[in-house]
């Protein structure tokens, strides 16, 4: 291959980049998602930020080996069909298809949480581990497991979905429908709701002024900002979020023991304030912890471009 073109198909926006041989951007183009409509439109739109992108590097759909795309969702790659995307509101969608008559390029497919994993792998957090996980801490919480150089995706391509894992019996409902979901205590959603939570019960935290006394000011970072000025609940907010988050990062390295766990998404950027309480917690909790060789866990390096990097790559995985 000398050039690629990944395209990121979001709930937000449709991102096309084109990758070189090493899996780096050389160009983007973007454009609204615009839902809801039909998947036709939506079809057309990634064709044309596909072209713009490749125009945009000075190149050719000519010099574009092939189009990878990562997307929500169960997604078939045997036959490229989107199985079920409920935020795109799609069932049985046959994109692969619709992509390839209209590009002309032959299209590989994959779940976006699985694209994101193996953008890190190929060229991120990730890269020379022969077993990796990633998981991406935004709206819910998507992951994506990478063994022997290959995405996991299970028998029927809906493999890896860890943020539906239990840790709390009977807890907090999930948007999947069942209750106790990892999704709905380490989420970037959830956090924000525990800070709520915390605020409500504790009108004197610093966390109110910093939300100019709003609860629908509250985001991801408040907890840890009013932590680091020293707020109690905040402290608390933070400390209590984190042992949610290790009781499933704790399950995942148990059942896969992978060499490195990267870690995702707008709450990662907290970096260590995140990363080394967690550690703590799970070299304690952890089933191999008496073994020499322990898992790494890390945060991820590439951002919203590992989708790109990793959709882009999928033809050079399935090669």
């Known amino acids: 291959m000398n050039y690629c073109v990944g395209i990121d198909l979001g709930g937000t926006n449709i991102v096309a980049g ?72 799609f069932y049985d969608v046959p994109l692969k298809e619709m992509l390839e008559k209209d590009l002309g390029k032959e299209v590989f497919m994959d779940n976006d949480a699985n694209a994101a994993a193996y953008g890190e792998y190929v060229a991120g957090a990730a890269k020379g581990a022969n077993t990796a996980i990633a998981i991406t801490l935004g709206t819910g919480v998507g992951g994506g ?29 999930c948007t999947c429908g069942r209750k106790g979901c990892l999704e709905a205590y380490a989420s970037a959603t959830a956090l924000i709701n525990l800070t709520r939570e915390a605020m409500e019960e504790h009108k ?35 400390a209590l979020y984190i042992r949610y988050l290790a009781a499933g990062v704790t399950n995942i390295i148990n059942i896969f023991q992978p060499d490195i766990l990267c870690i995702g998404g707008g709450i990662s950027k907290e970096g260590e304030n995140l990363l080394a309480p967690l550690r703590e917690i799970v070299s304690k909790e952890v089933y191999s912890r008496y073994s020499k060789k322990q898992t790494k866990i890390v945060e991820a390096k590439l951002g919203n471009d590992a989708g790109i990097i990793g959709a882009a790559m999928l033809g050079a995985m399935a090669r």
């Open 18 to 89: 084109v990758v070189d041989k090493d899996g780096a951007i050389l160009e983007k183009a973007s454009c609204k998602t615009n839902l809801p409509r039909e998947a036709a439109e939506i079809a057309k739109d990634m064709a044309k930020v596909t072209r713009e992108a490749v125009e945009k590097a000075g190149l050719s759909m000519e010099d574009v080996s092939w189009v990878g795309v990562g997307c929500p969702g169960t997604v078939n790659q045997d036959t490229g069909v989107i199985e079920y995307a409920n935020n795109l509101q």
């Open 145 to 173: 497991v990478i063994i022997d150089g290959k995405i996991y995706s299970g028998s029927n391509f809906a493999g890896a979905e860890l943020g539906h894992a239990i840790i709390e019996f009977d807890g907090r409902p």
């Open 204 to 238: 004197d935290s610093v966390m109110w002024q910093m939300c100019e006394n709003s609860l629908d000011k509250v985001s991801g970072r408040t907890a840890f900002e009013a932590m680091r000025a020293g707020d109690e609940t905040g402290k608390e907010v933070v």
